[in-house]
């Protein structure tokens, strides 16, 4: 063996150290693959790569940096495929184009400015479910919610309340509500309960200028909801009140700077100086922008 490590100019303690490296690197690994499994299995099933590096601590607990990590992920063969889909869920109904878009080129900086809402559809034990979300996007909160069997204004209603008794309707004069005009957000009873309440009613052209709401559906329909398993039809209220409080108040999001929506409500509301979001308006050829949150 010394002929060995004189001829790999190395020391016989150098060796044992490279040796003890190796293995403590091989605990590291097995480690972070045992940590990205079980958060894909429990809580989102679609987590990317830097999404579990901030949500998973890596670089408190393994002590190494984001990109790094993104190619651990990629040399590993842990990073997951893009995945696509194009699906429509609400057309605009004929009452909605008595409205317009009030979003393009708006500049936000506070909870309560802008709402947006749509619905998408989730398969539990082969029974067809419809999911209405509303989200603020200032924080990307999801601040009302309703899960049916039926796709009915009624439905929809239900989320506005949760909205309503979550923020307080007091606070939510001149509010902005943007939907891709759905005739269930324009029914007498959806409707009417927006006007009562001097909420701003706002309608998209079409599903792309409703990007962010689209953008949570696609979230929790594919990433949150997947991780139920065995789940009784009769729990799935309760269950989806567990998975939008871990959206809600523990997955970090790169837009916020990596705080939770939660938490980022918190540190930024009544601040002098929050972070602002000029949305897209396309005949100005403007991209939605925030500004870097720190």
Known sequence: MERFYRHEGIT??????????????????AHIKQEIDNYRLGKDRRAGSRSLYYNLQIKQICKIGVNKFERLMSQQ?????????????????????????LTPGLVIDATNQLIVGDLTYVYFSA??????????????????????TRMRAIDAHKAFQRWTE????????SCIHHTDGGSQYFSDLYLGSMLDHKI???????CLENGFAEQRNGLIKNHFLPTVQDINP????KKMDEILYVYNNERKQEALGWLSPSDFEEKWTNHPNPPKMTLYDRENKTRTLRRRVL
């Open 12 to 29: 016989r303690q150098g060796y044992s150290q490279a040796l003890a490296r190796q293995e403590e690197n091989n605990k590291m690994m």
């Open 77 to 101: 063969g842990w990073a997951l495929a893009p995945y696509k889909t194009r699906l429509v869920t609400t057309k605009s109904c004929a009452r909605s184009r008595e409205y317009n878009n």
């Open 234 to 237: 009769t729990r799935l209220s």
């Open 200 to 206: 701003q009613v706002s309608v998209a052209e079409n």
């Open 127 to 148: 029974e067809l479910y419809y999911l209405f979300l509303l989200t603020d996007v200032f924080s990307a909160r999801i601040t009302g919610w309703h899960l049916g």
């Open 166 to 173: 979550l923020r307080g309707i007091t606070n939510l004069k």
